[in-house]
């Protein structure tokens, strides 16, 4: 029990740890193609201990969870677990030596019930019936209410990731992996996570915890492994640094603060919509109820809310992929706009973003050039003449977003999939941008975008709504609501709240509206 | 035996064979993989089984006979799509084709000879009773095989470990594979089950339906058998209720022609089709529990990542 790590080279003097070692990862090393995703990797995990690995995308942080989940082999190292080699070959192999992980994107099954996706994790031989009361006593312990016979479609992202938790603390592990837990969260639900996760680690169990939200990191963790391309840059205890400091060593540079300049004085109004409503499409999709809302030239307006409260109905109302009742329900600088498709709404000046890049945004098979063109055929681009494609000026204007939006990438004009996540978003809001659209609807502008490039999109938001354009910004991440919004609406079960400036508002108030739970706010978010 | 009891049989037989191959393929798709190729396996199990009960002399080794060469013909899909990541729609189309050509070649020689029967048991009294006798206590191996089947599969998917395995890789094979589950391996597993069960289903029409071997004889059950597993949701015993539908109404159908009932003869041969699918619809109306017995992974190639 007493093997002793003191030896790391990679980092420099680091305080006391507490705890004994764990699991030692020795020159983890794992290559794809020509990719180095991990290179000579250590990391020592203590009991009773919460380390976070911090880096940005693509820094390895996932290869490496990944290797010592067994979901990975790695090309060369030794991961010691309690003093002893192991090879951990599959993710079964993991858990039976007492790790669990919980998922960054969950991994539940979605048409089977809570108490069949624990059961599935679990070694066989268990009645359901004994499950099911593991499973209230668990959630009861640990404050993570659960009812076993849900069926997880059914559910919130915040209960969804209980039953991961859940899921992970009934195979008793003594490390648990958290891959960007509170990412989904509401600041209430996080703060609630975060006592669990101290509880667990008083009792001993050691946790990993990834994240790029420093202040979090800061709050709860006592030990920090920071990556960058895929090598270890720092070990440290992030209680001693600055959030600018570690967000330095992440980058590798330091991370521009926001320039917000002024809000011109009451802008003309130029996206409005009044009383717009629509009914739920399916089971699983949200009925919007009288949204009433101006975005006015020269602002940044967010709209906050936790996933599936209606953003994207919201978003598909507003871009006309969906069909208003009455056309008034959405104006677009004077024009009611409420019954006309999507490239009337963008002849008319405005420009949509959705959330889901691949797929939504972007046709994965196609290159970027043609990715340009199906958003930007009838903006006035030349891009069509006479029903024939201008390739060239398409490829012209791809340069030219890759110049300005620093899209990195391997050659040239390549197909939509072959981009990482955090290019292609810097590559679908720079196809926009560079419109100079006097309307921007954007959902979810920075989702899994890594800091540097989040800071990059978010100042281009910014600048585009000070040349005179309305920015609606559709967001789950607070920190980015308050970075960059002038005005703050809150979204809740297809209700919207009234548009508040951003000043008069705190993140506990956004949390509660978010939650649905706020009595005196005002306008159409009722205290439900 | 009266006329009403004659007609009943006929409906069971015509029942059975649609029954056994879609519940094999029902196993298959909650599994995630869309084998288009029934028709193929259940022709191919139709000759095998004529050839098998003529070289052995027993009809029951020649089920085997059908059973086996239904399964082989699964593996070969499972080798292609599972293995090689082929496109499941192609290769199903592909196995289809394969088998009908296969299944003339090999059947050429048997072309007008006249078959085994597999007949029904005899339990003494209980088969001699009036009205039920046949009809409860005289029927082939293969029909009570076929319900028990839909039984033993319903019970296996909704109340056994393995069979929620098998959910499981049907809804998210990426999850289930970080879970630790084999998922190629319980594939495999399930489309072998599927071949196994069309083979048997084209046996049962070469060695009971019309013990003969005619070309082309499964006459596009593979593909109702399909559909049969879609209108009923992916469920058991929908695709008992389906399968029995469309038995009985074809079976009344031809009652209706050969009585010399005034429809044109083309809306009559629809009506099964037409019937089945507007039951099956309107029994899944309930959108949330379709989607929820709706494979999410249905048709999606997996390449587990190392």
Not at chain 1, 78 to 85: A, E, M, R, S
Not at chain 1, 133 to 152: K, N, W
Not at chain 1, 453 to 466: K, P
Not at chain 1, 484 to 510: C, H, N, W, Y
Request: net charge negative; aromatic share 6%.
């Amino acid at each position: 029990m007493t093997v002793d790590d003191t030896t790391n080279p990679q980092h420099g003097v680091v305080g006391e740890r507490r705890g004994t070692v764990l699991l030692d990862a020795r020159g983890i090393t794992k290559r794809f193609g020509e990719i180095l995703a991990n290179d000579t990797v250590s990391l020592t995990l203590r009991a009773g201990e919460i380390h976070a690995l911090l880096g940005e995308n693509g820094a390895g942080k996932s290869t490496l969870v990944k290797i010592l989940y067994g979901a990975l082999d790695p090309n060369a190292g030794d991961l010691v677990w309690q003093g002893q080699t192991v090879t951990i070959a599959s993710p079964a192999e993991a858990r039976a030596l007492g790790i669990g992980m919980v998922f960054q994107h969950f991994s539940l099954f979605e048409a089977l019930t809570v108490a069949e996706n624990i059961a599935l994790a679990l070694p066989p031989g268990q009645s359901f019936r004994a499950l099911s009361e593991r499973i209230r006593q668990v959630s009861r312990d640990y404050g993570l209410t659960l009812d076993p016979s849900a069926i997880v479609a059914d559910l919130s992202v915040g209960v969804r990731q209980r039953i991961e938790i859940v899921r992970c603390l009934l195979q008793e592990p003594k490390l648990i992996i958290m891959d960007e837990p509170t990412s989904v969260l509401t600041p209430q639900e996080a703060d609630q996570l975060f006592v669990t996760l101290e509880r667990l680690a008083l009792e001993g169990c050691a946790i990993l915890y990834i994240s790029h939200r420093l202040e979090e990191v800061q709050r709860i963790c006592h030990h920090a492994t920071i990556m960058r391309h895929g090598k270890v840059v720092m070990e440290c205890d992030p209680t001693k640094e600055t959030a600018g400091s570690l967000a330095r060593l992440m980058v590798g540079s330091a991370v521009h603060d926001l320039k917000r300049g002024v809000v011109p004085r009451e802008g003309d109004v130029r996206l409005a919509l009044k009383d717009l409503s629509a009914e739920a499409e399916g089971p699983f999709s949200v009925a919007i109820e009288n949204i009433d809302l101006d975005v006015r030239a020269g602002e940044v307006v967010a709209i906050a809310g936790i996933a599936g409260n209606g953003q994207s109905e919201l978003f598909e109302l507003v871009s006309g992929e969906r069909l208003s009742s009455s056309a008034d329900a959405v104006t677009i600088g004077a024009v009611p706009m409420g019954r006309a498709g999507i490239t009337k709404r963008r002849r008319a000046g405005a420009a949509f973003v959705p959330e889901e890049r691949l797929g939504h945004g972007a046709v994965p098979g196609l290159k970027l050039s043609e990715n340009l063109l199906l958003t930007r055929h009838s903006t006035g681009d030349g891009l069509v003449q006479g029903g024939f494609l201008k390739r060239d000026r398409a490829g012209a204007l791809e340069q030219r977003i890759k110049t300005n939006f620093d899209v990195r990438m391997s050659h040239d004009d390549p197909e939509a999939r072959a981009l990482s996540g955090g290019n292609l978003q810097k590559f679908v809001i720079g196809r926009e941008l560079d419109r100079q659209p006097d309307v921007l609807v954007v959902n979810q502008p920075t989702w899994g975008v890594d800091a540097g490039a989040a800071a990059l999109i978010r100042q281009e938001l910014i600048d585009l709504s000070r040349n005179g354009a309305a920015v609606l910004v559709i967001s789950q991440d607070l920190d980015e609501i308050f970075e960059i919004a002038d005005r703050i609406a809150v979204i809740s079960r297809g209700k919207l709240s009234d548009a508040i400036p951003a000043q008069k508002l705190t993140r506990e108030r956004v949390g509660l509206l978010m939650a649905g739970l706020d009595e005196d706010s005002g306008g159409a978010g009722d205290a439900a | 035996m009266g006329a009403f009891e004659s007609i009943l049989l006929t409906v069971i037989t015509a029942a059975t064979p649609l029954l056994l191959a879609a519940i094999g393929e029902l196993v298959v798709e909650r599994s995630g993989v869309l084998n288009l190729g029934v028709e193929g396996m259940m022709i191919v199990g139709a000759v095998m089984g004529f050839a098998g009960a003529q070289a052995t002399g027993s009809p029951y080794l020649g089920a085997v006979f059908a059973l086996l060469s239904g399964m082989g013909m699964a593996l070969l899909f499972g080798f292609l799509t599972l293995h090689l990541v082929a496109n499941q729609v192609a290769t199903g189309l592909a196995l289809t084709l394969l088998g009908l050509g296969l299944s003339g070649m090999i059947g050429e020689a048997f072309v007008g000879q006249p078959g085994i029967r597999l007949t029904g048991i005899e339990i003494p009294v209980l088969s001699d009773l009036p009205l039920v006798g046949r009809l409860l206590f005289g029927q082939d191996v293969l029909v009570y095989l076929s319900l028990a089947l839909v039984a033993g599969v319903s019970y296996v998917l909704f109340r056994t470990r393995a069979g929620l395995i098998i959910r499981a890789v049907g809804d998210n094979h990426a999850s289930a594979h970080a879970l630790g589950v084999s998922v190629l391996k319980v594939r495999y597993l399930a489309v072998l089950f599927g071949g196994a069960c069309a083979g048997l289903a084209g046996g049962y029409l070469s060695l009971v339906y019309t013990p003969q071997w005619v070309e082309g004889m499964t006459a596009g059950r593979g593909w109702i058998a399909l559909a049969l597993v879609v209108f009923a949701t992916w469920r058991p015993l929908r695709v008992l209720a389906g399968a029995y539908l469309f038995g009985a109404v074809g079976i009344l159908q031809f009652h209706a022609q050969a009585h010399g009932v005034a429809i044109p003869s083309q809306f009559m041969s629809a009506l099964p089709y037409v019937a089945t699918i507007a039951v099956l619809v309107i029994i899944s109306r309930n959108r949330i529990l379709t989607r929820v017995n709706t494979p999410a992974c249905l048709g999606r190639p997996f390449v587990p990542d190392r």
